[in-house]
């Protein structure tokens, strides 16, 4: 199984201001293939279901606002939230889909500081 | 629009079994692979099962492997999970989710589409 285990476990940052949270895969999710990383970051309010908000590594879904972007390749993945707004108060998981079984990480707790 | 909503949860004693049902709707069920994630309390998201558009393939995790068993309707346009000889641990709110762009089990995507899930609770 493909372990993915993010960093740190809980930011809290300022209005405005930038959170940075990494996700390292146990193996490459880089299919050199077609040059894709399987990689996708889910945003989860309390009481919400995950939400989907990028996916290759670094493509933001529909909808989803530019300040969220993601990055990296192979086995170590950043999420970024350029400006923290007060909505953004979740837990962020990345997923390796790679592989069977499709994995997350741990889960990193965002919060205002 | 776009939409899965799961249903059947609830108080469950242990060793008994449970079916799970996700209605699906606003896109053509039948052309989607289909998986099964939960997340217990306090702790993260598991990945369960994945079943193919005709479900004629599945695929679980090792955890579940064995206890657990995912279907499908497209009649109906349901997805399934049944889990038997429930434990306490399986105490956790269950989520549908479509594989975007995925028919078949072994086709690797993202989950662009999550039900509000539904919450099971094993005890005596």
């Known amino acids: 199984d493909i372990v993915m285990t993010q960093s740190p476990d809980s930011l809290a940052v300022s209005l405005g201001e930038r959170a940075t949270i990494n996700c390292k895969a146990s193996?490459?999710?880089?299919?050199?293939?077609?040059?894709?990383?399987?990689l996708a970051w889910y945003q989860q309010k309390r009481g919400q279901p995950p939400k989907l908000l990028i996916y290759w590594a670094s493509t933001r879904e529909s909808g989803v606002p530019d300040r969220f972007s993601g990055s990296g390749s192979a086995t170590d993945f950043t999420l970024t939230i350029s400006s923290l707004q007060a909505e953004d108060v979740a837990v962020y998981y990345c997923?390796?889909?790679?592989?069977?079984?499709?994995?997350f990480g741990q889960g990193t707790k965002v919060e205002i500081k | 629009q776009v939409q899965l909503v799961e249903s059947g949860g609830g108080v469950v004693q242990p060793g008994r079994s449970l079916r799970l049902s996700c209605a699906a709707s606003?896109?053509?069920?039948?052309?989607?692979?289909m998986h099964w994630v939960r997340h217990a309390p306090g702790k993260g998201l598991e990945w369960m099962a994945i079943?193919?558009?005709?479900?004629?393939?599945?695929d679980y995790a090792d955890s579940v492997k064995g206890r657990v068993t995912i279907s499908r309707d497209n009649s109906k346009n349901t997805l399934y999970v049944q889990i038997d000889s429930l434990r306490a641990e399986d105490t956790a709110v269950y989520y549908c989710?479509?594989?975007?762009?995925?028919?078949?089990?072994?086709?690797?995507?993202?989950?662009?589409?999550w039900g509000q899930g539904t919450m099971v609770t094993v005890s005596s």
């Open positions: 079943i193919s558009d005709d479900g004629s393939n599945q």
């Open positions: 997923q390796q889909y790679y592989g069977t079984p499709r994995t």
């Open positions: 606003g896109f053509t069920f039948s052309t989607y692979a």
């Open positions: 193996q490459s999710v880089l299919y050199r293939s077609n040059n894709k990383n399987y």
């Open positions: 989710a479509r594989s975007r762009d995925c028919s078949k089990t072994n086709c690797y995507r993202d989950f662009d589409i």
